[in-house]
């Protein structure tokens, strides 16, 4: 899709999944594109720089349609971005992207890049600030359990999987209870003295 019809697009709806994920391809690879020497001896260095180059290509771009008021998506992308340089940075954009967002998608993304970035602890703390349960996905839940358990609080990774039994999506539910339940039952069996 061309570079032009994309940004109309996101212009509409700034969330737009398959619109944002062509159009920060795109934006990536021009970066990398711009950035590519004919030199074998520095590709390492040149291989740092590309990646460097492409990361500011989507932060540019997502800083763009973060402006947006109802923008979600962009603000997740920037908390993906600065996890490791700004993590405080990174948990404000989650958390209004998680405010904008009433489905709960962009708090279960936040929490998932909090989670691969080694801060389940901050993950819980996002989602325990912003949770609705009965407002939004499941999958919000999912999340909850497994920073709880990756924090060591088995505790609160069996209070996060009871209170998705008030889920209003029961299937959703019923699809994510087992492997839940088998990690709780894991961390616990882990926990406990031999």
Known sequence: MHEDSLRAMLHDDPNDERAFTALADLVR???????NPDDPLT????????????????????EELAGHPKAWRPLVELGRLSIADDPEGALRRFATAAERDETGEALAQGIEALRDAGRPVD??????????VRE?????????????????????????????????DTVAVARLR????????AAETAGSPT
Do not use: C
């Not at 993950?123 to 609705?132: K, M, T, V």
């Open 29 to 35: 690879r021009h970066a990398v594109e711009s950035t």
């Open 43 to 62: 590709a390492a260095a040149e291989e740092s720089q590309r990646e460097t180059s492409a990361d500011l290509a989507v932060w540019s771009l997502a």
């Open 123 to 132: 993950g819980l703390g996002l989602g325990i600030g912003h949770w609705r």
């Open 136 to 168: 939004q996905r499941a999958e919000v839940g999912r999340q909850l359990v497994l920073a709880a358990l990756e924090s060591d609080r088995v505790f609160e990774a069996k209070q996060h999987l009871e209170a998705l039994d008030s889920h209003p």
């Open 178 to 185: 087992p492997e839940l339940v088998a990690a709780v039952e």
